[in-house]
């Protein structure tokens, strides 16, 4: 079963999605490390980041670890994932806080007034195009002068070859991490047993959009600078500035915290 919208999110899921996430996130810490790289800021600043599904929190602690000086606020739905969050930031001291949210409602962007840095993982394709071009708007309106949305997420692909592609493709990296991660395929046996590759089985509660329309939206949105930065088997790393980025970190470096954040 692929992940459901906030929602309909449940402990339950949240437990499956702990033990497919290893495997079933393509490339996890190079992903990590991608949006390190990113983050419009270099290690000594001080600035404010606001994770939206901060899930177990490994994106959130990264960001802490590679930037000394910044803060978190993050934000997930489910109460367990709420908790492993903290209890992986818990090193860190007071730079962070954790909070909850749904998605599709509007209440909770007050928590994006004057973000420096805005940053999502798998959780932007439970919008519909209608609900992505609001919080993208949302975001450009109320994030700093310097605010950056770094989306990292599953995409609709344009045709039917595109989608045999992502699909196969993501099959094949999810079943060589559960050898390279355990040495057996029972792991992506699980993955394939519940059905979670999109690409392969549709459902209702996954609404990945292109990603040419999602650049465009963002573009209208008012953000300055937009562009896709990563992808493979349907997972993109895509966003916008709103202003041209003048530092940052070394991909070295950020592939480094955050293969150690993911062995924690």
């Known amino acids: 079963m692929s992940e459901p919208t ?16 290893a495997i079933a996130v393509p490339k996890r810490a ?10 419009p800021f270099g290690k000594e600043d001080t600035f404010r980041v606001v994770e939206l599904a901060s899930g177990e929190g490994y994106l959130s602690a990264a960001i802490l670890e590679a930037f000394p000086h910044a803060t978190v606020m993050a934000l997930d739905y489910e109460e367990s994932m709420r908790e492993a969050t903290s209890a ?4 860190y001291g007071g730079r962070w806080e954790v909070a909850q949210f749904d998605m599709k409602a509007d209440d909770w962007f007050g928590h994006l007034d004057s973000a420096d840095v805005v ?11 209608v609900g992505k071009q609001g919080l993208f708007k949302a975001v450009a309106e ?3 002068e310097k605010g950056t949305l770094l989306i990292a997420d599953l995409v609709l ?28 395929r029972d792991t992506f046996q699980l993955f394939v047993e519940e059905q979670w590759n999109i690409y392969r089985y549709p459902d209702d509660f996954d609404t990945p959009s292109p990603l040419y329309h999602q650049l465009r939206w963002l573009d209208e949105a008012g953000f300055s600078t937009v562009d896709v930065f990563w992808m493979q088997a349907g997972h993109a790393i895509y966003g916008g500035y709103m ?22």
Not at 6 to 21: F, V
Not at 243 to 264: C, H, M, P, S, W
């Open 119 to 129: 940053v999502s993982s798998l959780c932007v394709h439970h919008l519909d195009d």
């Open 243 to 264: 202003a041209e980025a003048e530092t940052g970190l070394l991909f070295e470096y950020a592939l480094n915290v955050a293969q150690e954040i993911l062995k924690r």
């Open 88 to 91: 992986r930031l818990e090193a």
């Open 142 to 144: 109320r994030v700093s």
């Open 30 to 39: 190079e992903q990590i490390a991608t949006l390190l790289t990113l983050i």
């Open 6 to 21: 906030p929602s309909e999110w449940t402990m339950q899921d949240s437990d499956l999605y702990k033990q497919l996430a």
């Open 157 to 184: 692909p344009q045709n039917g070859r595109a989608k045999a592609l992502f699909a196969t493709t993501w099959d094949s990296m999810a079943e060589a991490a559960s050898i390279e991660r355990t040495l057996a």
